[in-house]
């Protein structure tokens, strides 16, 4: 968990060679995303960020796009689907479980907001993920022994 907040938190908008003017200082922008990121299973409101930013509400979030490219409830979605992703494919967790466990009020909108951004439901992804791991292709492609001291 501590490599994706520290990727996330060091993923901005492209790189232009170009000072990022209208932005958010780097010191808001990194503690705006990890305070994203620490509380990312929690009710998150822009108000909370800002004022822990110090700006308004409006500024704050004109600032945060301008600096990540996403308005700041986008990139709390982004990061919310990213953290599923990852324990979808990593952990036996149900998908209720997933969808609490990122900050989402029940599976339906979870499922609802996963598809739309991923163009496929967290079960068809669940079932995909599974499929492309090599250690379980390559136990599925093995024929099973037979159980020893059963007679046929």
Same mark, same amino acid.
């Given at each position: 968990?501590?490599?994706?907040?520290?990727?996330?938190?060091?993923?901005?908008?492209?790189? &232009? =060679?170009?000072?990022?003017?209208?932005?958010?200082?780097?010191? /808001?922008? %990194? +503690? !705006? #995303?990890? *305070? @994203?990121?620490?509380?990312?299973?929690?009710?998150?409101?822009?108000?909370?960020?800002?004022?822990?930013?110090?700006?308004?509400?409006?500024?704050?979030?004109?600032?945060?796009?301008?600096? &990540? =490219?996403?308005?700041?409830?986008?990139?709390?979605?982004?990061? /919310?689907? %990213? +953290? !599923? #992703?990852? *324990? @979808?494919?990593?952990?036996?967790?149900?998908?209720?479980?997933?969808?609490?466990?990122?900050?989402?009020?029940?599976?339906?909108?979870?499922?609802?907001?996963?598809?739309?951004?991923?163009?496929?439901?967290?079960?068809?992804?669940?079932?995909?993920?599974?499929?492309?791991?090599?250690?379980?292709?390559?136990?599925?492609?093995?024929?099973?022994?037979?159980?020893?001291?059963?007679?046929?």
């Amino acid at each position: 968990m501590a490599h994706f907040q520290q990727s996330a938190i060091s993923a901005s908008a492209p790189l &232009t =060679g170009k000072k990022n003017i209208g932005g958010l200082s780097p010191w /808001r922008e %990194s +503690l !705006a #995303k990890r *305070l @994203i990121l620490d509380h990312l299973g929690e009710t998150l409101e822009v108000t909370e960020l800002a004022r822990a930013c110090a700006l308004s509400r409006s500024h704050f979030s004109r600032a945060f796009k301008c600096s &990540t =490219g996403l308005s700041p409830q986008d990139w709390i979605r982004q990061q /919310r689907i %990213s +953290l !599923a #992703k990852q *324990l @979808i494919q990593n952990t036996d967790l149900t998908l209720t479980q997933i969808s609490l466990e990122c900050g989402f009020c029940d599976q339906a909108h979870f499922s609802h907001i996963f598809t739309r951004s991923e163009g496929i439901t967290p079960f068809a992804w669940r079932c995909r993920a599974v499929r492309a791991l090599p250690s379980l292709n390559s136990k599925r492609s093995q024929p099973s022994a037979a159980p020893t001291g059963i007679h046929v």
